[in-house]
């Protein structure tokens, strides 16, 4: 199984950037497709990005596509999540995600995912 630690959060203005880090073990952890959660306070987690285990298909949400980025690199078992153009709205606890039961392309919804860390916590004032 894959574990993860994620970092990099913090608190920002509206319009600027964040990094989001996620370290990963486990031996499986090249072969596994990962992505990003979020949920924000009162609401449900939701489904931010996702990667396959290769790199090569990646899915957003809606309301992150255009600003957010997601990439992997597995020979340092990483997964990065780059966001710019932070709104208010971005604001939560945003955890990395294991989807190990997706053997091809990237997950596209939040029940894809089988395992997460504790989360990294955004805001972003107005």
């Known amino acids: 199984q894959v574990h993860m630690v994620e970092s990099g959060g913090g608190l920002v203005q509206a319009g600027d950037s964040l990094r989001l880090s996620c370290a990963a073990s486990g031996r499986t952890f090249s072969r596994t497709a990962m992505g990003w959660l979020r949920q924000a306070p009162g609401k449900e987690r939701e489904f931010v990005a996702s990667?396959?285990?290769?790199?090569?298909?990646?899915r957003y949400a809606d309301s992150v596509k255009g600003r957010f980025t997601i990439s992997r690199d597995n020979a340092n078992n990483m997964v990065y999540l780059q966001m710019d153009s932070l709104s208010p709205d971005d604001t939560g606890v945003y955890s990395c995600?294991?989807?190990?039961?997706?053997?091809?392309?990237?997950?596209?919804?939040?029940?894809?995912?089988?395992?997460w860390g504790q989360g990294t916590q955004v805001t972003v004032s107005s």
């Open positions: 995600a294991a989807a190990e039961r997706v053997v091809a392309g990237a997950p596209t919804v939040e029940g894809d995912f089988n395992s």
């Open positions: 990667i396959s285990w290769s790199g090569g298909s990646t």
